[in-house]
């Protein structure tokens, strides 16, 4: 539960940050918030420990910052490199 919710304010943050959306810093604040409202209730709940909590949050928050920077980035300048993945009917390509 806790990744999941970490994962997706991650997302719509960084997301909100690439299409610039003036207010992203506010996405980000108002989903980390609510997803540490998530580890809390699951600790107070007597279904996790902090250890599970705290795993599951930077997992979470690493898959969430980096899926939209891989999947929706912005074109590199001529001579940049370049580093991303598409998905395609039968899996994924990247572009290294």
Do not use: E, N
Not at 18 to 37: I, K, M, N, Q, T
Not at 73 to 81: H, I, L, V
């Amino acid at each position: 539960h806790t990744s999941m919710a970490f994962a997706v304010a991650g997302a719509f943050g960084t997301t909100a940050k690439l299409r610039g959306y003036g207010a992203w810093p506010w996405v980000y604040a108002g989903g980390f918030a609510a997803a540490s409202a998530v580890g809390w209730l699951r600790m107070a709940g007597d279904k996790h420990w902090l250890g599970d909590v705290a795993a599951g949050a930077a997992i979470g928050t690493a898959s969430g910052l980096l899926t939209p920077l891989l999947l929706h980035r912005t074109p590199a300048a001529p001579g940049q490199p370049s580093l991303g993945l598409t998905a395609v009917p039968l899996g994924v390509a990247g572009v290294f």
